[in-house]
């Protein structure tokens, strides 16, 4: 695999599942989008290409079983991959992330996780073209209701407003946002401050 020049933080997914790992690689790029993540299928592909590059190791339990040592010297930048949310499952002295988990609870699991680290943007570069102020206040109501989980007429109700108005704005906060699914909605939500990832 040939990394690319560019100069946003790196981060590595080491997992033999190729599809968990990419769709994990693609949710990582959502929540953390000043960051570019990589997926490897093994520990010596990782090694393989420069390993000291990355700012996070997310890293499927077998492989960590497996290489330990490694990763236990970079335990602050390592997150496991774990099947299970129990603690029995999981590692001593890791961050872990159980990835047997509905789409939307993983995605608040994540997004925890990152604001742990990461509460508003700490330890990481700026992010460039903030979306502050696209939105309107309506428009910034909507979106909070669309993230906790309440549907159309719900948020029509709840603004006093038509059920046409809250489709028409739903469709201009994807639009003027760049984008397609609630769950990259709720991302953005919240890692822009606008909800607290204990409310969704």
Known sequence: MELSNSHRPKIAIIDPNTP?????????QDVVPVMEAYTFGSFTELMANSPELYYHYFVALNVLM???????????KTIVLTPSPTAESQPAGFHCLCTNLPERQFVKSL????????????NLPPMHGS??????????????????????????????IGLATVITHRKNIMEKLGIKSVSALTIYAVMNGYVDVDSI
Not at 111 to 122: D, I, T, V
């Open 111 to 122: 997004l925890a996780l990152e604001q742990s680290a990461h509460a508003e943007g700490r």
């Open 131 to 160: 979306s502050r102020g696209l939105l309107s206040d309506r428009e910034t109501e909507v979106m909070a209701l669309i993230v906790r989980g309440y549907i159309n007429k719900e948020i029509a109700d709840r603004l006093n």
């Open 66 to 76: 497996s290489n330990h040592t490694f990763f236990a010297e970079r335990r602050n």
């Open 20 to 28: 968990a790992a990419l769709g994990l690689k693609f949710m990582l």
